[in-house]
């Protein structure tokens, strides 16, 4: 009689315990720790030279303002082909234009989005990527660099477009001469910068740096971030 007693005591704790190991392999896992937050400077540097929403090929503002920046110059390049053709100075005129701005000048062989819109999304991501929480200081100086370099760039630009117009309302092909001299060294300066000091260098400061300075120094911010 105990030993059957005792017997069905066992069975009993054996069918809680199994009762309690099977309720355990059904309860749903505990959530996974939350991954850590990205570095939001990281965020805005990804935005200026990898992937924006609205850019050609969703491709980052500066590529996209430097391949802008090259259609301009060629095409101010192309009016030294035909320096008397007045008509083909003025196409070649508003081909300028439109990659430089093409809220201007629609028509053209840039990409739609133009230089002054690009470099101005590069400055405004690069900025609040030196202002976002967690910046690094290699980040900060970087973008110090940068934003220089592209303030010259948008000046280099506006000015370019206006010239650009000059050759387009010009009476005679000897008129728009100088200014086509003019505007291939305005395109120049956007894309490579200008030795504005004549110190044999092209740094990113006020008044040198173009789009290749600011290229520059995005990628050695890139690498100080391991990006």
């Known amino acids: 009689m105990k030993k059957s007693y005792y017997a069905g005591i066992v069975a009993a704790a054996i069918a809680v315990v199994g ?16 991954a850590a937050p990205a570095n939001p400077s990281h ?7 990898t992937q924006w929403k609205d850019t050609p090929a969703s491709q980052g ?16 390049g192309y009016m030294q082909k035909s320096p008397d ?12 234009i439109n990659a430089l701005d093409p809220s201007i000048e629609m028509k053209g062989p840039g990409s739609g989005y133009g230089v002054k819109k690009a470099a101005a999304g590069a400055s405004q991501h690069v900025q609040l990527a030196a202002k976002s929480e967690g910046a690094s200081k290699g980040v900060q100086t970087h ?18 477009v206006a010239t650009a117009q000059k050759i387009r309302a010009a009476t005679s092909a000897t008129e728009a001469a100088p200014l086509v001299t003019e505007l291939i060294t305005q395109t120049n300066n956007i894309s490579n910068g200008l030795d504005a000091n004549k110190d044999g260098t092209i740094g990113w400061q006020a008044g040198e740096g173009g789009l290749a300075q600011a290229n520059q120094h995005m990628m050695l911010m890139m690498k100080g971030e391991g990006l």
């Not at 053709?85 to 300028?96: P, R, T, Y």
């Open 43 to 49: 965020n805005h540097i990804g935005h200026v030279m």
């Open 85 to 96: 053709n007045l008509d083909s100075l003025k196409l070649h005129a508003g081909h300028v």
């Open 61 to 76: 503002f500066l590529p996209a303002a430097i391949a802008d920046a090259k259609v301009a110059a060629t095409h101010a």
């Open 143 to 160: 973008a110090g660099h940068v934003t220089a370099s592209l303030a010259d760039v948008a000046e280099w630009t506006d000015a370019a």
């Open 19 to 34: 009762l309690a190991v099977s309720l355990a392999a059904q309860a749903p896992a505990a959530p996974a720790a939350p």
